[in-house]
């Protein structure tokens, strides 16, 4: 069974980190690119973040960039998102997606596989 499993998720205060985590079972993630989206309460998924299969590509909103990583390591099938100098506004539950084209790999169509989500709460 094709499945991605996203963890790392939890409730940290604003300027905290955490390292989300986006691990394959049943295939592996070499030949896909990556995305990390998010989805708030009342509000639509959006991109957060991408990496093509090699890794030697990546995308970032602009609401992200700087303090946002993403990374992969295909030896354990898993790619990573960290994320630093959190805000309230990053609360969502984040989404990974594995897809076969990088071009345009911020919009949600793009991708075949998804996780379940995990929750990131950012509040004091």
């Known amino acids: 069974q094709l499945q991605l499993v996203e963890s790392g998720g939890g409730l940290v205060q604003p300027g905290g980190s955490l390292r989300l985590s986006c691990a394959a079972s049943g295939f592996t993630l070499d030949y896909y690119n990556i995305g990390w989206f998010r989805q708030a309460p009342g509000k639509e998924r959006e991109g957060v973040s991408c990496?093509?299969?090699?890794?030697?590509?990546?995308n970032y909103a602009d609401s992200v960039k700087g303090r946002f990583t993403i990374s992969r390591d295909n030896a354990k099938n898993t790619v990573y998102l960290q994320m630093n100098s959190l805000k309230p506004e990053d609360t969502a539950v984040y989404y990974c997606a594995a897809g076969a084209l990088f071009r345009l790999c911020m919009l949600s169509t793009r991708y075949d596989f998804w996780g379940q989500g995990t929750q990131v709460t950012v509040s004091s």
């Open positions: 990496i093509s299969s090699s890794g030697g590509s990546t």
